[in-house]
């Protein structure tokens, strides 16, 4: 295929890519050839094919797959969190907040019109400045971090990763890994490397391992990791700490998407020293979905490259948002009710963990939305025998970095929102589907 495409410039690199896929000689799934080939093919420098790859990777034409290489980016499905499209059957998969939980916004959205904003002003409201420094301070210490507000964590994540990175670079992601943070990366022409998660988050032999693999950058989730619901111990993130005091330059992502909501302390990989990391909270888990915003605390080179990677595009969230998300935060009775589903979450989970192990099934009771279930067998089967008994569950294949994995054997189940009788009915039908 190499042969086949041109260019002794990125852009025509890139324009001779797109070329062939427009005529169908390139289809959905189409390998490219390795980055060194290229160059070597074309007689042009390596930098030159890094730029043709990444060009094409931020107009969705290509998807790093890591190891397998680049392919031709197609219209297939791809996993996604949230409700399952066009079925009949119960969704226990979606990785929702409860919405009876999630305040109303109704009162507060006729105190926050007040006076518009104009170009030039500041772009992040000031209450929310000065509410959001007092809230990480409360887990930075002293440090002398920015404040930057995004369209959500997502959001933060993909512009901290193009504020720092490269087509090819190495981001170390936890393994199994929330489901955004994996598209995000291919979708950036990153390469992933895993690093293993157990019952204390990451783990230290793997991130030393992602280190020695030359990477630029982790992603962490202190708390609730998304599927595992495994959150960092004080001693774990110690150590961990510890092996990055030598990388102060590794970009450090974390990823709190659970803060408040959370029943764990906050514990952090970033060390007292290092010199690059963002601290990410998001507040759709406990304002709801829609409120596409998140705070992202960072070092004060972060934090300019952050807003240089803003100007050009969204160049701000909305004030109007801003507004609604401060006013509602510092509301007793929203943060009471922020309270009551922490509760409600850690209740709910414990007692269907409490039924499975009752019935055999290993499943810890952890942090988060969700519960992850190891079973004794492929995770799949279990899923299709759950599904002639009416329930649409989400394996763990979906949240594994490697394709060529093997079969998972867990399940990632949302039950906050079961009745009594309906989880009871749940748990039999999965000891059912697992014999």
Known sequence: MSDQITGTTAADIADSVRALRDRGVLRAGSPLPPVRELAATLGVNRNTAVAAYRQLAQAGLVVSRGRAGTVVA??????????????VLRDV????????????????????????????????DRGLDRWAREWIAQDLGDRDFGITI??????????????ALT????????????????????????????????????????????????????????????PTGASLTSARAAELRAVLADFPYVLIIEDDHFSMLSQQPYETLIGADHRRYALVRSVSKFLGPDMCLAIAATDA???????????????????????????????????ARIAEAREHYAARNAAFASLLREHGLDSPTTDGLSLWIRLPAPARLVSERLMRRGWLARTGDDFALDERADPSHHLRLTVH???????????????????
């Open 74 to 87: 197609g219209l297939e499905s791809v996993a996604q969190e949230g409700y399952a499209a066009d079925t």
């Open 93 to 124: 998969g979606t990785g929702n907040p409860d919405p009876r939980l999630i305040p109303d916004p109704s009162q507060a959205l006729a105190t926050v019109a007040g006076r518009p904003v104009l170009y030039g002003e500041p772009v992040i």
């Open 150 to 163: 995004t369209s959500g964590a997502v959001d933060a994540v993909e512009r901290l990763l193009a504020q």
């Open 167 to 226: 087509r090819d670079d190495a981001v170390a992601l936890e393994d199994p890994c929330f489901l955004a943070s994996i598209h995000t990366v291919r979708l950036g022409g990153y390469r992933a490397v895993p690093v293993p998660v157990d019952d204390q988050g990451m783990t230290v032999d793997g991130l030393r391992a992602a280190l020695d693999a030359g990477i630029r950058a982790v992603i962490c989730t202190p708390r609730a990791q998304n």
């Open 301 to 335: 080179t972060t934090a300019e490259r952050l807003a240089m990677r803003l100007s050009p595009g969204t160049t701000w969230v909305s004030h109007l948002l801003q507004r609604l998300t401060l006013t509602q935060l510092t509301d007793d009775a929203v943060v």
């Open 417 to 435: 929102d079961l009745s009594d009788e309906d989880a009871a009915t749940l748990v039999a039908d999965l000891v059912a589907a697992v014999r």
